[in-house]
């Protein structure tokens, strides 16, 4: 295995900007379940098919598992970020183009995570919006529109990282 360059790097605007975008997105979630938890009823739709159909239920206290994960995928993607030099790059690392791969990598990495929060947050709001309604349907084109601006920023920082070679 290669070894690569262990390099401190500051946290940037940007990092910090989608940090506090994320906090608010998980406060958001909770504080809108905290909201609407009494007009809950005790049945409550749980996951969605292919079709944005409810085929699956549980009871009122599983909408607190749509927080809960995204609370942990906020502290894992954090602290997965303060190492870059652990990730897999599809250029060789060196100690010349460390730096600006590492910065890279660990801006996709702020970026997803707070990408995938706001889909967290669209899929609770769903939830919610579902249970109060009675049979409502995920709006596949919300959801689509979420999935395309996270591979869209996934290739954007892959096609970056061959660039900064």
Do not use: C
């Not at 506090?20 to 609407?36: D, F, G, K, R, T």
């Not at 206290?61 to 927080?67: C, G, N, R, Y």
């Not at 690392?93 to 990495?109: D, E, H, P, V």
């Not at 009675?134 to 979420?146: H, T, V």
């Amino acid at each position: 295995m290669e070894q690569r360059p262990v390099i401190q790097l500051g946290r940037s605007k940007a990092e910090t900007i989608l940090d506090v975008i994320s906090l608010l997105v998980i406060i958001s979630m909770i504080a809108y379940v905290a909201y609407e938890w009494r007009d809950m009823p005790e049945r409550i739709p749980m996951h969605f098919n292919g079709k944005g159909e409810i085929d699956g239920w549980g009871n009122k206290m599983s909408l607190m598992a749509v927080p809960l994960i995204g609370v942990i995928i906020y502290v894992g993607l954090t602290l997965l970020s303060k190492v870059p030099h652990v990730y897999n790059y599809p250029t060789t690392i060196t100690a010349q183009n460390a730096r600006g791969q590492y910065q890279n990598a660990r801006l996709l990495i702020h970026s997803m995570k707070t990408i995938i929060l706001i889909l967290f947050m669209f899929i609770e709001w769903s939830i919610i919006q579902s249970a109060k309604e009675g049979n409502a349907e995920l709006s596949l084109w919300g959801l689509g529109f979420i999935l395309l601006i996270l591979f869209g920023t996934i290739i954007f920082f892959l096609i970056r990282s061959v660039q900064l070679k």
